[in-house]
């Protein structure tokens, strides 16, 4: 009864993610491929020089570089849901979902596509910046330009609710007295949840074994069922089985409580010292696009997050919404490359 009871949920939430994919389907679409280089380079925004342009005149394409079902995916379907019900973005936006390689295998598609407005690229952090520092890619985190900064989300240490670990310090006691064999599941070896894995490991002073996933989607089901003990996830991701009491919250990756999770501690509550930040989702574009048509894709998107509508879904799933511009962002992006690639050097990951 109990898996009878998980599939139907993991069933639910697959027709939520497709009803969202329906809502944005209610014009047509496609875009193209071509050359880029560049970055946010030298202007203190996403200004224009001339009036804005007449765009956009066809329909657009929005890669996801991960597998349907994930965070991400439900985030980029939930803004494509609201441009379309807000009547704010005319022609229609495609989703396409091209996972693997944590991500960069969709980024490097995004990188080398034709710089005209029309193929836009939902990001993480992660495959912008900080898996860059061990994961294989065929560009750099100056390949491409950020409009701007969607929002951010917190990550949380959760296990099913059937598992004996109540508390953060269950859980360090339990990997301490089995070194590298508590399981925890994370979704793709180079994302930043899965670097948060390894803050988490030294800072508890204990070793785990890290189950690398495909992206989140397949990531909840495994947590679900109890294939792995517990799991790193983005809030957005889980909420629902956590307000369920499917799965059971240890934690929230941050330095202070928040107020979606007013009950869970922080690592730092239990004696476990770590560095947060970076799960943070931006779209971006290929170099070489014309600064005009950058500034009017700034425009339109920051009218879509201020909608009634997007800010509802963000709220429902979450999420906080924390608008950055093009240059802020880009700020925002090598910060973290740089702070990652540190912490990469001192766990032994790079040298």
Same mark, same amino acid.
């Given at each position: 009864?109990?898996?009878?009871?998980?599939?139907?949920?993991?069933?639910?939430?697959?027709?939520?993610?497709?009803?969202?994919?329906?809502?944005?389907?209610?014009?047509?679409?496609?875009?193209?491929?071509?050359?880029?280089?560049?970055?946010?380079?030298?202007?203190?925004?996403?200004?224009?020089?001339?009036?804005? $342009?007449?765009?956009?005149?066809?329909?657009?394409?929005?890669?996801?570089?991960?597998?349907?079902?994930?965070?991400?995916?439900?985030?980029?379907?939930?803004?494509?849901?609201?441009?379309?019900?807000?009547?704010?973005?005319?022609?229609?936006?495609?989703?396409?979902?091209?996972?693997?390689?944590?991500?960069?295998?969709?980024?490097?598609?995004?990188?080398?596509?034709? *710089?005209?407005?029309?193929?836009?690229?939902?990001?993480?952090?992660?495959?912008?910046?900080?898996?860059?520092?061990?994961? *294989?890619?065929?560009?750099?985190?100056?390949?491409?330009?950020?409009?701007?900064?969607?929002?951010?989300?917190?990550?949380?240490?959760?296990?099913?609710?059937?598992?004996?670990?109540?508390?953060?310090?269950?859980?360090?006691?339990?990997?301490?007295?089995?070194?590298?064999?508590?399981t925890i599941g994370n979704p793709g070896e180079g994302t930043?949840?899965?670097?948060?894995?390894?803050?988490?490991?030294?800072?508890?002073?204990?070793?785990?074994?890290?189950?690398?996933?495909?992206?989140?989607?397949?990531?909840?089901?495994?947590?679900?069922?109890?294939?792995?003990?517990?799991?790193?996830?983005?809030? $957005?991701?889980?909420?629902?089985?956590?307000?369920?009491?499917?799965?059971?919250?240890?934690?929230?990756?941050?330095?202070?409580?928040?107020?979606?999770? *007013?009950?869970?501690?922080?690592?730092?509550?239990?004696?476990?010292?770590?560095?947060?930040?970076?799960?943070?989702?931006?779209?971006?574009?290929?170099?070489?696009? $014309?600064?005009?048509?950058?500034?009017?894709?700034?425009?339109?998107?920051?009218?879509?997050?201020?909608?009634?509508?997007?800010?509802?879904?963000?709220?429902?799933?979450?999420?906080?919404?924390?608008?950055?511009?093009?240059?802020?962002?880009?700020?925002?992006?090598?910060?973290?490359?740089?702070?990652?690639?540190?912490?990469?050097?001192?766990?032994?990951?790079?040298?």
């Amino acid at each position: 009864m109990k898996n009878i009871k998980h599939l139907s949920k993991i069933f639910v939430f697959m027709l939520i993610i497709g009803l969202l994919a329906a809502c944005a389907n209610n014009g047509g679409g496609q875009a193209g491929g071509g050359n880029n280089s560049g970055g946010n380079g030298g202007s203190g925004g996403n200004e224009a020089s001339s009036p804005a $342009p007449d765009f956009p005149t066809k329909p657009i394409q929005m890669i996801v570089p991960f597998n349907a079902g994930g965070v991400s995916d439900i985030l980029a379907r939930a803004f494509v849901d609201a441009a379309a019900q807000e009547e704010i973005i005319d022609e229609r936006i495609t989703v396409v979902n091209k996972g693997g390689g944590s991500g960069t295998i969709g980024n490097y598609d995004l990188v080398k596509s034709k *710089p005209d407005g029309y193929t836009w690229l939902w990001a993480a952090t992660g495959h912008m910046s900080s898996s860059l520092h061990i994961t *294989p890619a065929q560009y750099t985190k100056d390949d491409f330009t950020i409009v701007n900064k969607v929002g951010e989300m917190t990550t949380v240490l959760v296990v099913p609710s059937s598992s004996p670990l109540e508390t953060l310090t269950d859980f360090v006691e339990a990997a301490k007295s089995r070194p590298g064999e508590l399981t925890i599941g994370n979704p793709g070896e180079g994302t930043v949840v899965a670097l948060t894995a390894h803050i988490l490991e030294e800072g508890g002073e204990i070793e785990l074994n890290h189950v690398p996933f495909q992206g989140s989607g397949p990531l909840l089901p495994a947590v679900l069922g109890g294939h792995v003990e517990s799991a790193l996830m983005n809030l $957005p991701e889980v909420q629902g089985q956590l307000k369920s009491g499917d799965l059971r919250a240890l934690a929230v990756m941050t330095d202070e409580r928040i107020d979606a999770l *007013p009950d869970v501690p922080t690592p730092e509550e239990m004696g476990v010292p770590i560095t947060t930040g970076g799960a943070s989702h931006f779209i971006i574009v290929p170099n070489d696009t $014309p600064e005009e048509i950058v500034a009017r894709i700034d425009e339109l998107t920051k009218e879509v997050y201020e909608s009634d509508r997007f800010k509802q879904l963000m709220e429902q799933a979450g999420y906080q919404l924390s608008y950055k511009n093009g240059a802020e962002a880009r700020e925002e992006v090598d910060a973290w490359y740089e702070v990652t690639g540190e912490l990469y050097k001192r766990l032994g990951m790079v040298e």
